[in-house]
């Protein structure tokens, strides 16, 4: 297992701000999206900017694992080898898959409102997660944002394992990421020293907070 790398996402996010600067990263008209719900504190602390609503698509018998992730616009990734050791029908399948979206549709709703998802093209647009264990959801992510014609895209990750890294690696533009780890047992959680699962009511405060500090700098 990892050790411990962070106190937890908004220390994350610092850290990740940290690297982005010290490198001289020179990004088109930068636009963050955190990934629900983990990476929005994360993807906060980095940028400000938020969207990308996502969520992998749970085993059945293992609502912590997936074997992929359906995005806002319902495109559905599935991890193919892992499929080939999972036993499930095509019925449960699509079952989950439709679970997933209405979620993914709800929170849509409950965390950008009535705002209009933000126009990416010719944008720098940096996608944020807490962690990549598999990478299906960030490819998800990245498959979402490249029907909507960005400039680049850059995946910027506190810790990833060493699979993810190279499956995101060779999707993006560019791959930014703090820790890559090379364990056979690979969890996310076990390098943060607080890793609390997130409810909406944090997501939505966090980004009230951050649109509000938005506000203000531009007054």
Do not use: W
């Amino acid at each position: 297992m990892g050790k411990i790398l962070f106190e937890d996402r908004f220390d994350a996010g610092r850290k990740l701000a940290e690297l982005l600067k010290r490198e001289n990263h020179k990004f088109k008209d930068p636009i963050v999206l955190g990934i629900p719900r983990g990476g929005v504190p994360v993807g906060v602390v980095v940028a400000g900017e938020l969207g990308c609503v996502l969520r992998k698509i749970p085993i059945p018998q293992d609502p912590e694992a997936g074997f992929g992730a359906v995005t806002l616009d319902k495109t559905v990734i599935l991890n193919q080898e892992l499929l080939e050791y999972v036993k499930i029908t095509k019925e449960q399948m699509e079952k989950e898959i439709e679970e997933v979206y209405q979620e993914v549709l709800r929170r849509d709703v409950v965390y950008r409102g009535k705002r209009p998802f933000p126009d990416l093209k010719n944008r720098s647009v940096i996608l944020i997660d807490d962690g990549l264990a598999s990478g299906y959801t960030m490819l998800a992510a990245v498959k979402f944002c490249i029907n909507k014609n960005p400039e680049r895209i850059v995946a910027a990750i506190p810790v990833a394992s060493d699979s993810a890294a190279e499956l995101i690696g060779k999707e993006v533009d560019e791959f930014v990421v703090l820790h890559t780890s090379h364990s056979f047992y690979f969890a996310v959680a076990s390098f943060y020293e607080n890793f609390e699962d997130m409810e909406d009511e944090e997501v939505i405060e966090i980004i009230e907070r951050s649109n509000k500090k938005n506000d203000s700098e531009i007054k």
